[in-house]
């Protein structure tokens, strides 16, 4: 069974750029959930999904983060304008209705 | 207000010593407590997940003690291996519907030859 794609796996922007980042969940998983792990802090939720419709961005920085999930699979995460303090792995995660969630390799940003 | 705390920030253990990490929580309403393991580069992996009914669970050389009254709840590491020096994450999740997962701070376990 593949696991959780994300892409890509490293990006360096400037601060007041834009970003975008996919992810596509392991495959028949309704729920998709978008972390960010800051450096020696454990992964924060920002958003998450069920099929197309947001159960949860309390935590998502609306002024400049964007979520969205097209046809309940893949999805895309942006950051515009980025500020230095975004630099973190944005970590995507996916599970059915179980509470076991499984994460992809991450995405690092760096915001220079 | 962090809800789930953990400790110790780090750990080295000797090869095949036993790596004990402790979690902490105050939210009475969590009843699901995992244990993730994060490999530099890597997102993290499920290791181990206890719920509250048990006081403890094992899965080969991992074991998870939960103890409701004080709220806490550890990972005992036992022959702890080079292999296993990662960062472990604890956390835990509501009752009630939603995933919403509160994590942990993270120890880095190092294991030494």
């Known amino acids: 069974e593949a696991g959780v794609a994300q892409s890509p796996r490293y990006k360096i922007i400037e601060k007041r750029q834009s970003v975008a980042f996919w992810c596509n969940p392991i495959s028949g998983h309704a729920t998709l959930y978008w972390y960010q792990q800051i450096l020696g802090q454990g992964p924060k939720l920002l958003i998450q999904f069920q099929n197309n419709g947001v159960v949860d961005d309390s935590q998502l920085p609306k002024d400049r983060f964007s979520a969205e999930r097209l046809k309940g699979v893949d999805s895309t995460l942006k950051i515009q304008p980025a500020k230095l303090e975004d630099s973190a792995v944005y970590l995507c995660?996916?599970?059915?209705?179980?509470?076991?969630?499984?994460f992809g390799p991450g995405t690092r940003l760096t915001v220079t | 207000q962090q809800q789930v705390k953990q400790s110790p920030q780090s750990l080295i253990v000797q090869k095949g010593g036993i790596s004990i990490i402790n979690c902490a929580y105050e939210n009475t309403a969590f009843d699901y407590f995992p244990w993730y393991q994060q490999f530099p580069g890597k997102g993290p992996a499920l290791l181990i997940a206890i719920r509250p009914d048990v006081s403890e669970k094992k899965e080969g050389r991992f074991t998870i003690s939960f103890n409701k009254s004080a709220k806490q709840f550890s990972l005992h590491i036992m022959d702890s291996q080079p292999g296993d020096s990662a960062t472990y994450f604890c956390?835990?999740?509501?009752?009630?519907?939603?995933?919403?997962?509160?994590f942990g701070t993270g120890t880095q376990l190092k294991v030494e030859l």
């Open positions: 956390a835990a999740l509501p009752s009630g519907g939603g995933n919403k997962l509160t």
């Open positions: 995660a996916s599970s059915l209705v179980t509470d076991e969630q499984y």
